[in-house]
């Protein structure tokens, strides 16, 4: 599979291109959400593709899609992507795209944390606490928490960073920013938002427990959330993937130390020992580290899903 940076599809209308996923408008119920191989790390988007990515992403979310749907329904409809694009598109989607509900995004990151790693080891250091969540006194780097815990963020645009917020904060912001969307359903931003982190705890820990017999370790990750017009809750975007989560080797994991992952670690690893201010535009990539994360992402799919990624 040839690398796919960005998708030049004329037969739908183009809603967004995203850091990763560029989307586009079928009706008044559905969208096409195509996943592709852009990369973006210390949220910029880098200037080279990794190769398979969008697949592997793809892959990774349909598969926890079907595995987890007892726990909410997701955004699938089952809708073949190349039934929607003109015929000499359907290379464009094939293996990358999903076709999905038109639903309304919370406006929060649902994050949970199983490890204490990355923003959560600093706020740690600072507070003895995440996102006003009290821990236990002595915890390292790469520590494994008593309890999994919910630490919402904030969305960020494009080049900015997502901040670490409470609950009661993550509840304000649905509270506000879903009045209009939940008006006549009964339902309230603040008691979404609590099914959300509900549904985001019982998530990671099957999910976690899962990955765990597979060899691999998911420190924390990152759902996203939607409503439909009755304020029926949905699990949105991508769920549980290298892009989205924290994925270590189960087999060298050790306290104290920041351990190596399956996900874009790696390449944040090489721009650190860059010059480089984390800032558009982004450095490129030598081509070696573009074909070692690749060969990483897919290594993480194949042992999730137990099969191969198809050509």
């Given at each position: 599979m040839s690398a796919l940076f960005e998708t030049s599809i004329r037969s739908l209308?183009?809603?967004?291109?995203?850091?990763?996923?560029?989307?586009?408008?079928?009706?008044?119920?559905?969208?096409?959400?195509?996943?592709?191989?852009?990369?973006?790390?210390?949220d910029v988007i880098l200037p080279d593709p990794i190769p398979q990515k969008g697949a592997v992403l793809t892959a990774i979310s349909d598969f926890w899609f079907r595995k987890l749907a007892h726990i909410i329904p997701n955004q699938l409809t089952g809708i073949d992507p190349k039934l929607v694009v003109a015929a000499d598109e359907a290379?464009?989607?094939?293996?990358?795209?999903?076709?999905?509900?038109?639903l309304t995004p919370l406006p929060i990151e649902a994050v949970v944390r199983g490890y204490l790693i990355g923003s959560g080891w600093k706020d740690y250091q600072q507070t003895g606490a995440v996102c006003g969540v009290p821990l236990p006194v002595g915890l390292q780097i790469a520590s494994r928490l008593p309890e999994p815990i919910f630490?919402?963020?904030?969305?960020?645009?494009?080049?900015?960073?997502?901040e670490n917020i409470s609950f009661a904060e993550a509840q304000k912001h649905c509270?506000?920013?879903?009045?209009?969307?939940l008006q006549g359903t009964g339902k309230s931003g603040g008691h979404i938002c609590g099914k959300a982190r509900?549904?985001?705890?019982?998530l990671y820990k099957e999910a976690a427990a899962y990955a765990l017999s597979r060899g691999i370790i998911i420190a924390d990750t990152k759902f996203e959330f939607g409503v439909d017009a009755a304020?029926?809750?949905?699990?949105?975007?991508?769920?549980?993937?290298?892009?989205?989560?924290?994925?270590?080797?189960?087999?060298?994991?050790?306290?104290?130390?920041?351990?190596?992952?399956?996900?874009?670690?790696?390449?944040?690893?090489?721009?650190e020992t860059l010059n480089w201010n984390k800032k558009a535009p982004a450095p490129r990539l030598p081509a070696e580290v573009a074909a070692k994360t690749s060969e990483k992402y897919v290594e993480a799919c194949e042992r999730l899903t137990g099969e191969k990624l198809p050509d």
């Open positions: 209308p183009l809603i967004s291109r995203g850091k990763v996923r560029d989307i586009y408008a079928i009706d008044a119920d559905k969208l096409l959400i195509v996943t592709t191989d852009r990369l973006s790390a210390f290379g464009q989607v094939a293996g990358r795209a999903v076709v999905v509900k038109r630490t919402p963020a904030t969305k960020a645009e494009i080049g900015a960073h997502d509270a506000t920013q879903l009045a209009n969307v509900d549904a985001a705890m019982a304020g029926a809750l949905y699990l949105i975007d991508e769920a549980l993937t290298p892009d989205s989560s924290r994925f270590w080797p189960a087999d060298s994991y050790r306290e104290g130390t920041s351990p190596a992952s399956f996900d874009k670690q790696f390449v944040r690893d090489y721009l």
